[in-house]
């Protein structure tokens, strides 16, 4: 591993993100790739939340999706039997920088709501 792995940059932003609230639970994600022989594939899986705030979350995925990718979430709603499928786009990605592995590293992927 190379220290650069680490060197995440931080940018000077004006967004409020104080409003961010720990949410740790596994969650279901769809995205569309596009242009198909059949139409769009779909291609679904399991996440990780880490994060939620009003405008975006912050998950764990065992793939890189693109920048600008486009991906239905089920948000968990304090109903365990509810959850909320909202649209989210990709911002940006980060490989996990401590994994020992070669083979499904995961990614850190912020994500910011579609309204």
Do not use: C
Not at 15 to 42: C, D, F, K, Q
Not at 53 to 60: P, V
């Amino acid at each position: 591993m190379t220290p650069i792995e680490w060197e995440w940059p931080i940018r000077d932003s004006y967004e409020n993100h104080s409003e961010r609230a720990a949410l740790l639970r596994p969650i279901l994600y769809e995205m569309t790739a596009p242009e198909t022989r059949n139409g769009n594939l779909v291609r679904g899986g399991k996440a990780l939340s880490l994060n939620i705030s009003s405008g975006g979350m912050l998950i764990l995925m065992d793939q890189a999706p693109n920048i600008e990718q486009v991906l239905k979430v089920y948000v968990p709603t304090p109903i365990t039997t509810a959850e909320t499928p909202t649209l989210a786009e990709v911002r940006w990605i980060r490989k996990f920088p401590i994994w020992n592995s070669n083979s499904h590293v995961p990614y850190f992927v912020g994500l910011k709501f579609m309204f």
